[in-house]
Nanobody, 130 residues
Framework: QVQLVESGGGLVQAGGSLRLSCAAS????????MGWFRQSPRKEREFVSA???????YYSDSVKGRFTISRDNAKNMMYLQMNSLGPEDTAVYYC????????????????????????WGQGTQVTVSS
């Protein structure tokens, strides 16, 4: 059974930093892309960042240059380093996994649509005070 567990959320002042972690278990993820999404009240879940199995990284325009995604395949871990946080980053952050097509031979670009992801964590709250 696949399980994703996020950690590292909390309360931080504007301009501060947080590092989120996602621990994946239940199978190997070396042919899966992993991503971070976030959702704040009365808003749809939105794409934040994703990383494919070979380490290619992708970001939403709102976090590009401030957030850095990474993964450690040996440990089945994914991270999101968040710098220069602002109140607009306040949300529940979710870790997600999407299966890369096995027949895909090029560079896999992970989907930015939350409903195309196969597995989800329970989320971790990030609150940025102004």
């Amino acid at each position: 059974q696949v399980q994703l567990v996020e950690s590292g959320g909390g309360l931080v002042q504007a301009g501060g930093s947080l590092r989120l972690s996602c621990a994946a278990s239940g199978r190997t993820f070396n042919r899966h892309a992993m991503g971070w999404f976030r959702q704040s009240p009365r808003k749809e879940r939105e794409f934040v960042s994703a990383i494919n199995h070979s380490g290619g990284t992708y970001y939403s325009d709102s976090v590009k240059g401030r957030f850095t995604i990474s993964r450690d395949n040996a440990k089945n871990m994914m991270y999101l380093q968040m710098n220069s946080l602002g109140p607009e980053d306040t949300a529940v952050y979710y870790c997600a996994v999407i299966t890369e097509p096995p027949e895909y031979s090029g560079t896999y670009v992970p989907s930015r649509l939350w409903n195309e992801y196969d597995y989800w964590g329970q989320g971790t709250q990030v609150t940025v005070s102004s």
